[in-house]
């Protein structure tokens, strides 16, 4: 049984398909920010939170540790910001296996599929 046979149909999915990459990049940027907050707050304990709001404007009344520990603190971000996208991206490689076809239909079988009456 068909759901939708219409170009329509195809549009709305195509649209679907759209907001889904948008939510999925919004939801990479949450992510991202989430795991900056975190290693921030295990790693920076010793700089004061006005200091880091105004990173570019304070970076010049920075002591050399303080630097090297801001530093280090966003490159432990950005590593497990790719370690959190490589294992997203591995458990979506494997789900779609799921979507594998041993023998699909041909695009003939599907108009046929379209055109029958009373499905």
Do not use: W
Not at 36 to 42: D, I, S, T, Y
Not at 76 to 88: G, H, K, L, Q, R
């Amino acid at each position: 049984m068909r759901i939708c046979r219409t170009n329509f149909c195809t549009a709305v999915a195509q649209g679907i398909t759209a907001q889904a990459r948008i939510f999925g990049g919004s939801i990479g940027i949450a992510a991202s920010t989430c795991i900056l907050g975190v290693v921030e707050r295990r790693e920076l304990k010793g700089i004061p939170n006005s200091v880091l709001s105004a990173l570019q404007a304070s970076a010049h009344s920075l002591t050399a540790e303080q630097y090297r520990m801001i530093q280090q603190a966003y490159a432990d971000a950005f590593s497990e910001s790719m370690i959190t996208n490589a294992i997203v991206a591995c458990a979506g490689f494997l789900l779609a296996f799921g979507m594998y076809q041993r023998h699909p239909m041909t695009m003939e079988e599907k108009r046929q599929e379209a055109a029958e009456p009373g499905q």
